[in-house]
């Protein structure tokens, strides 16, 4: 099946470029700024209509206050993130449509064919990698906490929006990611360098854009850039992204039951 899929490869030219990957991703945190924006017009918008006595200014105010509430900010995410990723998925595939299935890069490799083995180092990575890079990172931060956006909307967030929140940054997240990381970025890289310049960059980039929802805590970098490296290596070696999506998914699952896990105590 694989074969076949390489003997319909596509011209290079049709492959993507690194500006075009970089705007992919750019695109991804430019709709979720879009769908804050939207959230915010509604919630203004509500508050008119119920008090359309309230002044504009007031009226701001009280739209501003609902949405800096931790439950608005995860209703946001399970809302936003899944419409974003189906639009990104959609056009990736209308874009790229024969490098869809290709198994090797410039190819993305969501044929879903990987041999067991893969998803067996793809549960490894996925639970090994997270004790392993927060000691790296306490290592690192001298004692000082670390914590991300995510986890602090799950720390806040009322108990009924915790599981579909949780179910998003295990799946959904996951596999949007890998797709503009993984998929598209690696491919784009590999066609101008090094397969280790190409993961050495895009590791880079992966870990500096998750940064901001770390509060820029610098020392997260090391362990976010490793998990991206075993990320590209999973995908590299499986000739599949699916390994990566279930290591990235197994990840952030381990880091959720440990949240909480300390929450519930």
Same mark, same amino acid.
């Given at each position: 099946m694989i074969a076949?899929?390489?003997?319909?490869?596509?011209?290079?030219?049709?492959? /993507?470029?690194?500006?075009? *990957?970089?705007?992919?991703?750019?695109?991804?945190?430019? @709709? &979720?700024?879009?769908? $804050?924006?939207? +959230?915010?017009?509604?919630?203004?918008?509500?508050?008119?209509?119920?008090? /359309?006595?309230?002044?504009? *200014?007031?009226?701001?105010?009280?739209?501003?206050?609902? @949405? &800096?509430?931790?439950? $608005?900010?995860? +209703?946001?995410?399970?809302?936003?993130?899944?419409?974003?990723?189906?639009?990104?998925?959609?056009?990736?595939?209308?874009?790229?449509?024969l490098l869809w299935v290709r198994a090797t890069p410039p190819g993305f490799g969501l044929h879903g064919h990987a041999a067991p083995?893969?998803?067996?180092?793809?549960?490894?990575v996925g639970l090994v990698m997270p004790p392993f890079g927060a000691l790296i990172t306490q290592w690192l931060a001298h004692g000082h906490e670390v914590t991300q956006n995510v986890e602090e909307l799950g720390r806040h967030a009322s108990a009924p929006l915790r599981l579909p929140l949780g179910?998003?940054?295990?799946?959904?997240?996951?596999?949007?990611?890998?797709?503009?990381?993984?998929?598209?970025?690696?491919?784009?890289?590999?066609?101008?360098?090094?397969?280790a310049m190409s993961i050495a960059l895009s590791s880079l980039l992966f870990g500096a854009v998750h940064l901001a929802g770390l509060d820029f805590q610098w020392y997260a970098l090391p362990n976010l850039m490793l998990l991206a490296a075993a990320l590209c290596w999973l995908r590299l070696k499986s000739e599949s992204l699916w390994p990566a999506m279930m290591a990235h998914g197994v990840f952030n699952l381990f880091a959720l039951v440990a949240l909480f896990s300390v929450s519930n105590t």
């Open positions: 076949s899929d390489e003997s319909a490869s596509p011209p290079l030219r049709s492959a /993507p470029g690194v500006l075009q *990957a970089i705007g992919l991703i750019l695109l991804y945190f430019l @709709l &979720q700024v879009v769908a $804050s924006v939207l +959230m915010g017009l509604v919630a203004g918008a509500t508050e008119k209509i119920r008090h /359309p006595q309230l002044p504009l *200014a007031d009226v701001r105010k009280h739209a501003m206050d609902i @949405l &800096q509430q931790p439950d $608005s900010n995860a +209703m946001l995410v399970v809302i936003a993130v899944p419409l974003i990723a189906m639009l990104l998925f959609w056009l990736v595939h209308r874009t790229w449509p083995r893969w998803y067996a180092a793809a549960l490894l179910i998003v940054a295990v799946t959904v997240g996951p596999m949007i990611e890998e797709l503009m990381f993984r998929g598209v970025l690696l491919s784009a890289l590999m066609r101008r360098m090094s397969t």
